[in-house]
């Protein structure tokens, strides 16, 4: 697993809810911007980015996520996995990547 921490604006943060075959994990979505590369005659090198970050378990009550922080500038630590997914029932397989946000900070 890789953690990794950018500068981000929140551009939307899901309900909370639940996850699993038990429905027991409490999970809750972040949608984030990195915007693209500058250089520095201010002309745009980089194409912008769109992360979907998940919180899981403890953390959707510890980080209290809510529309509150939309458009806000933040920096956002989170771990990266992957893995794959055998074909099962006529389905393909595929990989699967997950982000986790561990921490956000908002940046006044």
């Not at 980089?46 to 009550?61: A, H, N, P, S, Y």
Request: hydrophobic share 40%.
């Amino acid at each position: 697993m890789a953690a990794l921490e950018l500068k981000m604006i929140i551009k939307g943060v899901g309900e909370p809810g639940v996850a699993g075959d038990e429905k027991k994990t409490k999970k809750q979505f972040v949608v984030a911007h990195v915007p693209g590369y500058v250089d520095a005659f201010g002309e745009k090198k980089g194409r912008d980015e769109q992360w979907c970050l998940t919180i899981l378990g403890d953390k959707v009550d510890a980080l209290k996520a809510d529309q509150s922080m939309v458009d806000k500038k933040a920096v956002i630590r989170f771990f990266i996995n992957s893995f794959f997914v055998e074909e099962k029932d006529a389905r393909p397989s595929f990989y699967s990547v997950n982000c986790t946000i561990d921490s956000i900070t908002i940046i006044p």
